[in-house]
């Protein structure tokens, strides 16, 4: 999945009125979250996307790349201050997210 594909799909299935940018920042945190918390990477060497970086792609392959959309859409409904809305979106990219981080250490003690 690419940077502009996990955006557009977002808005897709969750219409929102943020700009680009905003949903931008808000990857590049799911993508840091990835990066510090499971791949362990020093937070002073994340690598982060901007908006000439669309067509590059993400860290986590399919089917796990679905956090990306599930983070943007838990930010979208906190700020939109949906709580109820922004739990269930949360719960989704937490397990995603667990769901990667147990893949991640299974290949990482294989090899």
């Known amino acids: 999945m690419t940077v502009n594909e996990a955006i557009e799909y977002t808005d897709s299935v969750k219409p929102n009125g943020y700009a680009s940018d905003i949903k931008l920042r808000w990857l590049n945190e799911a993508e840091g979250f990835v990066q510090s918390e499971i791949m362990e990477v020093d937070t002073s060497d994340i690598k982060k ?7 590059k792609k993400l860290l986590v392959p ?28 949360s ?3 937490n397990n995603a ?15």
Request: hydrophobic letters at 30%; proline letters at 2%; glycine letters at 6%.
């Open 91 to 93: 719960q989704a990219y």
């Open 97 to 111: 997210l667990r769901s990667y981080a147990k893949l991640y250490v299974r290949k990482k003690g294989n090899g």
């Open 49 to 55: 996307y901007t908006e000439s970086d669309m067509s």
């Open 62 to 89: 399919e089917p796990y790349s679905c956090l990306y959309s599930f983070y943007m859409m838990a930010m979208i409904d906190f700020m939109n201050g949906d709580f109820d809305k922004y739990e269930n979106s």
